[in-house]
C-alpha cells in the first residue's frame, strides 16, 4: 500500500527563522504532490501543488516546497517564518489521478 | 458560494446506534471523498466518488457506507457506531485541477 512519511512531528521555531518540513512518499506510478495547511479552528487548505515542470514550486505565503523523485521527497520550505505560520502541515500524494494519501502532519508552532 | 459545508458540526453517539452525516457542495465538482482525522495518524480516506451515482472504497472503509445520489452531496452512513470510530470527519471535493476544497469537519464522538 502507498504511503506519506512525515518525519517530524512538531517542530518549534522562533519568528524569522528558516523552516525545512520532510515529506517522503512511497513508489507507486505517477505521482502528484500537494501540501495544505490547517491553521486553528480552521479547515485545510491548500499551499501548493506539484504536478509537472519545474521541481521547484512556489505556493502562497511565501511558501516554496522541491520534488526530488530520486529521493521520493517533496520538502516544504519557508525561509523567514511568521508567528502566524503557527499550523498543522499536511503533506498528501495522489497516486495514479486516483487515491490521495495524506501524511500524518507536522505541527508548526512559531514563537514570537 | 458557500463551498463545502458539512452537517453536523459536532455528535455523540452511543455504540451501536446509527447516523448519516451530509457533505453539500456547491462548485459543480465531480469528486468528492470522505476522511477521517485521528491524532497522529493524518488524514485518512474512507470512500470517495468521481461522480454522481458512483462511489468507491478508500483505505479505511470498513464500518461505513455512503451515496453519491445527486451530485452536489455524498452522504457518510454509520450503521452501527463504535468507539472505534470516535474522529473527526472531513468532507473534501475538486474538478478537474485536483485541489481538495475541504468542509469544516464534524466531530464525532461514540461513548
Known amino acids: 500500500a502507498q504511503s506519506v512519511s512525515q518525519h517530524n512531528h512538531h517542530v518549534i521555531l522562533s519568528e524569522a527563522a528558516s523552516l525545512e518540513l520532510g515529506c517522503n512518499y512511497s513508489y507507486g506510478g505517477t505521482v502528484n504532490l500537494f501540501w495544505y495547511v490547517q491553521y486553528p479552528g480552521q479547515h485545510l487548505q491548500l499551499l501548493l501543488k506539484?504536478?509537472?515542470?519545474?521541481?521547484l514550486v512556489k505556493g502562497i505565503k511565501g511558501f516554496e516546497a522541491e520534488f526530488i523523485k530520486s529521493k521520493f521527497s517533496f520538502n516544504l520550505r519557508k525561509p523567514s517564518v511568521q508567528w502566524s505560520d503557527t499550523a498543522e502541515y499536511f503533506c498528501?500524494?495522489?497516486?495514479?489521478?486516483?487515491?490521495?494519501?495524506f501524511g500524518s502532519g507536522t505541527k508548526l508552532n512559531v514563537k514570537p | 458560494n458557500a463551498g463545502v459545508t458539512q452537517t453536523p458540526k459536532f455528535r455523540v453517539l452511543k455504540t451501536g446506534q446509527s447516523m448519516t452525516l451530509l457533505c453539500a457542495q456547491d462548485m459543480n465538482h465531480e469528486y468528492m471523498y470522505w476522511y477521517r482525522q485521528d491524532p497522529g495518524m493524518g488524514l485518512r480516506l474512507i470512500h470517495y466518488?468521481?461522480?454522481?451515482?458512483?462511489?468507491a472504497k478508500g483505505e479505511v472503509p470498513d464500518g461505513y457506507n455512503v451515496s453519491r445520489l445527486k451530485k452536489q452531496n455524498f452522504l457518510l452512513g454509520l450503521e452501527s457506531a463504535a468507539p472505534s470510530q470516535t474522529s473527526v470527519y472531513f468532507c473534501a471535493s475538486h474538478q478537474d485541477s485536483y485541489e481538495q476544497y475541504f468542509g469544516p469537519g464534524t466531530r464525532l464522538t461514540v461513548t
Open positions: 466518488s468521481v461522480g454522481e451515482g458512483t462511489t
Open positions: 498528501a500524494v495522489l497516486y495514479n489521478f486516483n487515491k490521495f494519501y
Open positions: 506539484y504536478f509537472s515542470g519545474d521541481p
